[in-house]
Every structure is written in C-alpha cells, then in structure tokens.
C-alpha cells in the first residue's frame, strides 16, 4: 500500500493520534508533488545492500547517512528533541527521511496554508523540499528508525516559523507559484 496523507482537523488534541478530518479528506500523491514533496518505497529490510537505494543516493548526491532511533532509550534530549520536531519550521535544504522501523507523522503546510499529515512506515523514503513549512511527530506505536541523508555534511538547522524573508523559503515559493502558474495572493 502506498504512503497516505490527509488535511488534519483543527483539534488541539494528543499530536500522536491520527487528526482525521470527518469525514476523512485524502490527499493524492501527485498534491504533494506539486508541493515539491517527493516519494519512494522501498524494501527496509537489507537496505545496506539495496540497490534502488544506492541509485537514489547516487542519482541525488546523498553521499552523508546516519540512523536515529526516536525512543526514550536511545535518544538523547528526547522530550525537547520531539518538541523540536512538532515546532513548525523550515531548512536551507532538503530533509530527507527513509523509514526503517517503526511509523510516524510528517505535516506539511499546503498552498494554502493548510496541514497535510503524511503517515511514513517502514520502508517510506520521503523527501521534504528546502523551505517547506513542516514538522514531525510520532504516532501512537510511539518509535521509528529513521535513515537521514544529506548531500555533503549535515546541516540540521531548523528555523521556526514565520521565515517568509529566508532564501530558501523565497525559492521555495517561488517554485511554486511557477508550478502553479499564478500568484500566491496569501504570502
Ligand atoms: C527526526 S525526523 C523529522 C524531524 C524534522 O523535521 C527535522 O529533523 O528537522
Ligand atoms: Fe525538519
């Protein structure tokens, strides 16, 4: 089954349930390529041997790689580390997550202002393009191993909203507005 995504409801509940809208309002892959948010699932088991990986990694330049495990156990600041994550915010470059064990939610801002949930399992590599407003939380199963790559050393850098002056987020819109082909009135 491929990735899902939806437009999360307005509730300030727990941010590890799911956030449906009622009734359910689905979002299609190509929405999020429009968005710049790109997509491929792959086989997590083997992945040091996996060869859609490596052309990915070879085609894209993600020659840096490192493993986060997001539990109490083995991370550490995990408390403010995930409070980190579910502030929402941009990169100077894309942040690219391949899903090895576990779940979890990626929100991202749409066009119009509005959070789309994306719902990552193993297997799920997800990139995120430089500038888009984001965040990350876990799901009720409550751990993932995530797979980070990078082009050249890693720059995690996050910059909390609003960043409507950042040159990525400028480039980012504009990209966008030229996907689009008309002006964004709201930004
Ligand atoms: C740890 S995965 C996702 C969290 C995030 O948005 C980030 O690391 O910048
Ligand atoms: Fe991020």
Redesign the pocket.
């Known amino acids: 089954m491929a990735i899902e995504a939806w437009f999360m409801d307005d509730s300030l509940e727990d941010p590890r349930l799911p956030h449906h809208r009622h009734p359910k309002e689905l979002v299609p892959l190509d929405h999020l390529a429009e968005l710049g948010v790109l997509y491929w699932r792959l086989n997590p088991n083997d992945y040091e041997n996996d060869e859609e990986l490596r052309n990915i990694r070879e085609a894209r330049g993600y020659n840096y790689m490192d493993l986060?495990n997001?539990c109490p156990e083995k991370l550490e600041n995990y408390e403010e580390k995930l409070k980190n994550?579910y502030t929402e915010h941009i990169?100077a470059d894309e942040?690219i997550?391949y899903c090895l064990e576990g779940s979890g939610y990626f929100d991202v801002r749409d066009k119009d202002d509005r959070w789309i949930r994306i719902w990552i399992k193993a297997g799920d590599l997800i990139i995120l393009p430089a500038g888009i407003y984001?965040?990350?939380t876990l799901d009720t199963n409550n751990y993932v191993k995530?797979m980070r790559l990078f082009v050249g050393e890693p720059v995690?850098t996050?910059y909390n909203r609003p960043q409507e002056d950042h040159p990525a987020r400028k480039e980012y819109i504009n990209n966008l507005t030229q996907k689009i082909g008309m002006p964004l009135a709201a930004y």
């Open positions: 986060l997001i994550f990169h942040e997550r984001h965040r990350f995530l995690w996050a």
